[in-house]
């Protein structure tokens, strides 16, 4: 995300803030997650993030006084300097990332995708004792639904939630059900805002912001009109303010007409807004950000070594190795790649 900082928010050393607050000051952003704080406090010792006099993000091995322009934080990395990249990091599709979904669906042969059966549990259809060459040549899983007839598999991957995940495994294996059960979640919404462009003084420069607990109710807000081509008319903006998440777990029991007036009573003297929104929409995610928390990555060795037990049963999603979407293809092809291999017999 690129970063500008609004008038009237104080600026922060990230590395400071982070060891100050441990948790929940941390700056949330979209996915409001805490942070990983075993993992990143350690590569903050090489790294420093912080909000020069400019009110610009800056982050390289040294502080940088005086930079010109935002750049993006994913490019920051240890011991090298800034090198901008004017295409940016932010990727989507026309009609949003859904679009790749139904291409996807349209793409495969039909009844390859299933869409609308509930899986209500995972089971094994072979005993414990039968012979190898049996265990490898036959469909070892059955995938058990709520309407229609089970499916039988040679290899599952389970790409739900933890907690869903828990839930279809509790009666296969207990000890990798209540593992994975054990990742907690948080709720967030997303406000829409749409207003005429000359309504908000803001330049809107970058992407968005991030704010700490210090600072507000909000956890992020982002320009979806600046970030990507095609979301607005030129003559109007468009923004996404977020809420909720692991610091205000009790977001999601307000309101629609609530939710809008926070957002917009929080924006307004940050942006400089002179008129009411011309729309306005909220998107409820419940349960939708998975919370990596102190001792996740122990957790997810344990999850893994349960696993081993179960040749031929994967999992993979945001509650396991990574909350980001680029994390999550990375695993997924991951994964895929070790079921595709068990198919072959080479797993």
Known sequence: MRFEKPAGMRGFTLR?????????????????????????????????????????????DEPVQGLEQP?????????????????????????????LVRTLVQALPPGT????????????????????????????????????????ARAVILATPAFVTSTLTRDYDADLSRLCGEIPYASSAAIVLAFDRQAVRHPLNGSGFVVPRVEGT????????????????????LLRAFVGGARDPRALERSDEELVRQAQTALTPLLGMTAPPLLS?????????????????????????????????????????GTGIPDCIADGRSTARAAFGKLKGKG
């Not at 803030?17 to 949330?28: E, I, K, Q, V």
């Not at 909000?218 to 903006?237: I, Q």
């Not at 419940?286 to 070594?305: T, W």
């Open 16 to 60: 400071d803030r982070l060891r100050r607050s441990r948790r929940d000051d941390f700056p949330a952003g979209v996915a409001a997650f805490r942070p990983k704080i075993d993992d990143v406090v350690g590569c903050l010792d090489h790294i420093q993030v912080m909000l020069n006099q400019e009110h610009r993000v800056s982050g390289v």
């Open 71 to 99: 750049f993006h934080v994913g490019q920051v990395q240890a011991g090298r300097r800034l090198v901008e990249n004017i295409n940016g990091v932010f990727r989507s599709l026309p009609g949003g990332l859904s679009e």
């Open 113 to 152: 995708v299933q869409t609308g059966a509930a899986v209500t549990r995972i089971s094994d259809r072979l005993s414990t004792e039968s012979p190898p060459d049996i265990v490898e040549a036959s469909p070892r899983f059955r995938v058990e639904r709520a309407s229609g007839a089970p499916i039988e």
């Open 218 to 237: 909000l956890l992020a807000v982002s320009w979806l009109s600046s970030k990507w081509p095609g979301r607005a008319p030129d003559d109007r903006v």
């Open 281 to 321: 929409r909220v998107y409820r995610w419940e349960r939708a950000n998975a919370q990596h928390e102190v001792g996740h990555q122990a957790r997810i060795a344990a999850i893994e070594h349960a696993l081993t037990r179960h040749a031929g049963l994967y999992v993979t999603g945001s509650g396991f190795r």
